[in-house]
């Protein structure tokens, strides 16, 4: 049994590492437990906005996640009728960003980096650790439950548990805070080589009711994501590499731009995407990245919201921590700041599914767009995380 710790965090990915990064630079006690050993694969788009930059470099890991990273200048968006938005990502206005690029970098290296982070401080992490049971005293959390690699149990008690264990979290699942969602999609993911002139830009192609990116690599591959209604693929889930071959040929404007790649791993698949997660109502537990909530990736919202969302639960819960004990006032705390950072974009987020869910629509928007560009760098500022989407807003009110 470990006992004692001020924070424990289930999960080790982008929003766990964060936190424990994070809470262990303000001096608390901190313990991670992982159910992965690192490095591991994850399923992902890996995009990375221009501000993620900023939230890196404070977690000290910048320098090594540019080493594996291809910096993208802004987004290609071909719509149905294959015109094709160009946005780059630069200065709107007085809003600047942290950097004049994203980034495309591949989860195993990322996720690697930011352990490797966590490792060189101290922190207990352990791998190869599932957490399988929250302990509970009455009305509050105040530990987890584990099994390691070798089948023995292990308890851990904290004064904060902090979900950070992704889509499928067990804590949330524990507090019954997870509930399905209406969207219904699933990303179905894999690489390809071969795709000329893919290495600066990210690309999107918009064809309802399906979209597709290409994320370009470092490494010469490219990420191929393909967004589709759930109901659509249950059928063939035994020949995921069937059913995107198949796809692929029914978006015309994404298989002229794959003539002649090649795919170069297996496709993994991931859905349904979008869910929804309730507040704790018991004292001692926090939620951050996917395992509070998730929507849907046509932004890349998730990479950004998971080491962001960390810096919000640090900045709130981490003054109470020091000073005694979190309580219902720390959740309510944490609760309205993490709304206040991300509803705002996850309220873009669903206007865009809006848009991109309907042929006609998604072609009279990016008609409009073309026309105004001045919007469409808006509207690449609030994907890429540095303009509030007010301004965007204002300017079609107003401008």
């Avoid at 994203?102 to 190869?128: K, S």
């Avoid at 990116?213 to 990420?223: E, K, S, T, Y």
């Avoid at 705390?333 to 991300?342: C, D, G, K, L």
Wanted: proline share 6%.
């Amino acid at each position: 049994m470990r006992t004692g710790a001020d924070v424990v965090v289930v999960g080790a990915g982008p929003a766990g590492a964060a936190t424990a990064i994070l809470f262990a630079e303000q001096g608390l006690d901190v313990v991670v437990v992982d159910r992965a050993r690192f490095p591991r694969a994850k399923t992902c788009g890996e995009y990375l906005p221009p501000e993620a930059a900023r939230v890196f470099d404070r977690l000290g890991v910048l320098k090594a996640v540019d080493a594996v990273a291809a910096p993208l200048r802004g987004m290609k968006i071909t719509t149905p009728d294959g015109r094709t938005l160009v946005g780059t990502y630069g200065a709107v206005g007085a809003f600047r960003p942290y950097r004049q690029h994203g980034m495309a970098v591949p989860r195993l290296a990322l996720d690697a980096i930011l352990v490797e982070r966590v490792r060189a401080l101290p922190v207990e992490l352990y791998e190869d650790t599932r957490v399988t049971d929250l302990v509970l005293d009455r009305d509050r959390v105040v530990g987890v439950e584990a099994q390691g690699a070798d089948e023995r149990p292990m308890t851990v008690t904290a004064r904060l548990v902090v979900a950070a264990d992704g889509r499928a979290s067990v804590v949330a699942q524990r507090l019954g805070l997870r509930s399905g969602h209406r969207l219904r999609r699933m990303a179905l993911m894999t690489y390809v080589t071969d795709v000329p002139d893919c290495t600066e830009w990210g690309e999107i192609f918009v064809d309802p009711p399906d979209y597709a990116i290409l994320n370009p690599q470092a490494d010469g591959r490219v990420n191929l994501s393909v967004v589709v209604p759930l109901a659509d693929v249950r059928a063939h889930a035994s020949r995921l590499e069937q059913f995107v071959a198949a796809r692929v040929k029914q978006m015309p404007h994404l298989a002229r731009r794959l003539a002649g790649a090649s795919r170069v791993e297996p496709v993994r698949a991931m859905g349904p995407l979008a869910y929804r997660v309730g507040s704790p109502k018991q004292v001692g537990a926090l939620l951050v990245g996917d395992a509070a909530g998730f929507y849907d990736p046509f932004t890349g919202e998730g990479m950004f919201a998971a080491p962001r969302g960390a810096e919000v639960l640090a900045e709130t819960a981490g003054g109470d921590l020091r000073r005694g004990d979190v309580t219902l006032a720390t959740t309510a705390a944490y609760e309205a700041r993490r709304a206040a950072e991300f509803r705002a974009k996850a309220q873009v987020t669903r206007a865009l599914q809006l848009v991109i869910g309907r042929r006609w629509l998604a072609n009279t928007v990016a008609s409009a767009l073309s026309r105004r560009p001045d919007r469409l760098d808006l509207l690449m500022g609030v994907i890429g995380d540095f303009v509030p989407p007010a301004a965007l807003v204002r300017s079609l009110l107003f401008g």
